[in-house]
């Protein structure tokens, strides 16, 4: 993982959830998709105990856009 990343994204989000909300006050949303899902049990893993949704973990329906 870049070093870039754990600094300037997931250390500051994590301290700014824990400095407002406990693990019963809040819901973590990912934005992740059906390509990434492979990584939901290392996101869940890190941001223990909240839980961890990503709300788009579906696979496409063919014939269908998203923003339809």
Known sequence: MAQ?????????????VE???GPDEALIYVG???MEIHRM????RGWAPYEVKAPDDGSPILGQT???
């Open 32 to 34: 992740i998709d059906w």
């Open 66 to 68: 998203r923003n339809a």
């Open 4 to 16: 870039c990343s754990a600094e300037l994204k997931q250390k500051l989000a994590r301290e700014w």
């Open 19 to 21: 400095s407002r909300y």
């Open 41 to 44: 049990e290392a996101i869940q």
